[in-house]
């Protein structure tokens, strides 16, 4: 095997021989060389579910999940009171024995994806509106051939969200490449460059549409279980806000990703006015959340009417796009339930602020001789502290008036008896 197979087989051959020699290991009670075994094995089986078929995937994935114990188990043998399993993890993921392995899986790994290229002959050349542009460039052709595989495993929906976004970003880590890989060849004309560029740029949009669009999903099955009434004081979970701002940078992204003569104009026409209608029906919901319900209704009704023509532009194709279908009918049904909702909630406002306007005060002590409901609600007895009361003040020509007038003589009422003196005054005359 060392010396008539190829890179790939002979790193299968070296992973499962790790494996047994880690199983010996385990039975001399050597933890240490145990787990340097077992955990080369694991990342030669890690990095091969990366290329080939999807059995080999599998398979290859299996062998990495039965290896994970054995590691757990030399792991737990190995640590201390100063060590925990995460620093023996690391000390093992940074020896220079795990990092020539890595090396040597990313050559295979490249390798194995070029050749499976020249097998397919897929990305020997692009077409792009028109134009055949030649792909002579080594690194961009890898750089495409990643994007395609990892394209292929975002469509494939395994694994959680968290694992989609990561596929996600990686994708576009590729397009970066594919990027720089154009503007760095100097063989390349100026020409192919611009539509080498728009080509990757097409790409790079219709993968963040789908990210996008994964992500609204999940918020919209939680906010079409709630009503319209208001959010409650301390509440974290998704909200018809998020939606709208979701909404709004796919319709900004399917407006980026062609002109007018594009083959598939029709598409995106469509896929505009979905988006655009689920924009607008997030955004009545975000009204009547804030008990503008009038407003809401409105905006219901546009949405509705969105709706239809995004339906309409969807069936005059000849193989519309099913989720987006699927989306708009969905949406229609709640868009019903939601009109009948705003409506009732604006006629229950309109009642309340009528009832509320027939009394100055819903407090008890202020009616005492007309029944209000709205004591049974509010339960006020009286306003504390009370109500301020607005007083004229004093005009500032009363304190100079008195330098016109001429007042009465009164000396008169004013004059007071003398007051008596003592037993002394006889004497003095006084």
């Known amino acids: 095997c060392e010396r008539s197979a190829e890179e790939k087989t002979k790193l299968e051959a070296q992973s499962y021989a790790a494996w047994l020699q880690g199983l010996v290991f385990v ?6 060389e145990a787990l340097q075994q077992f955990h080369g094995a694991k990342t030669v089986y890690e990095q091969l579910s990366k290329v080939g078929s999807k059995e080999h995937k599998t398979l290859c994935l299996e062998r990495a999940d039965e290896i994970e114990p054995n590691i757990r188990f030399c792991v737990y043998n190995l640590k201390d009171e100063h060590q925990d399993e995460s620093q023996i993890i690391d000390m093992l993921e940074q020896s220079e024995g795990n990092t020539l392995l890595m ?3 990313s050559g295979v790994v490249s390798e194995t994806r070029l050749k499976k ?3 397919t002959h897929a990305i020997e050349q692009i077409s792009w509106r028109g134009s055949v542009i030649p792909i002579k460039n080594e690194k961009l052709r890898l750089a495409l051939i990643t994007a395609e595989e990892l394209g292929k495993q975002t469509e494939s929906g395994d694994g959680d969200i968290a694992e989609q976004i990561a596929l996600y970003d990686k994708l576009s880590f590729q397009y970066s490449n594919a990027e720089d890989c154009v503007s760095k060849d100097p063989t390349i004309s100026d020409l192919d460059k611009t539509c080498l560029r728009n080509y990757i740029a097409y790409l790079r949009t219709k993968k963040r549409i789908e990210r996008t669009l994964m992500l609204a999903t999940k918020k919209q099955a939680s906010v079409d279980k709630q009503d319209l009434g208001p959010y409650p004081r301390k509440f974290h979970g998704d909200k018809a806000d998020d939606l709208v701002r979701l909404y709004e940078i796919l319709v900004q992204y399917v407006a980026q990703t062609g002109a007018d003569e594009d083959d598939d104009k029709n598409q995106r026409v469509a896929a505009h006015q979905t988006f655009k209608a689920h924009r607008a029906f997030y955004m009545a919901v975000v009204f009547a959340k804030s008990r503008k319900y009038a407003e809401s209704v409105v905006l219901f009704q546009y949405a509705n009417t969105l709706l239809s023509k995004a339906l309409q532009t969807h069936n005059s194709e000849a193989k519309p796009d099913t989720r987006l279908v699927s989306k708009i009918n969905h949406l229609q049904q709640l868009g019903e339930q939601h009109l009948c909702e705003a409506r009732a909630r604006r006629l229950l406002g309109n009642s309340n602020e009528q009832s509320d306007s027939n009394y100055s005060s819903a407090a008890l002590l202020e009616n005492l001789n007309v029944y209000d409901a709205s004591f049974l609600e509010k339960k006020t007895l009286m306003h504390f502290p009370p109500k301020q009361n607005v007083m004229g003040c004093k ?11 001429k007042f009465p003589d009164l000396e008169d009422r004013t004059k007071t008896k ?4 003592g037993w002394l005054s006889y004497f003095m005359g006084s």
């Open 117 to 119: 290229a020249d097998a």
């Open 418 to 421: 003398a007051k008596q003196g």
């Open 27 to 32: 039975e001399e009670e050597n933890w240490k």
């Open 103 to 105: 090396e040597k899986l």
């Open 395 to 405: 005009p500032i020509q009363f304190d100079i008036a008195s330098n016109d007038c």
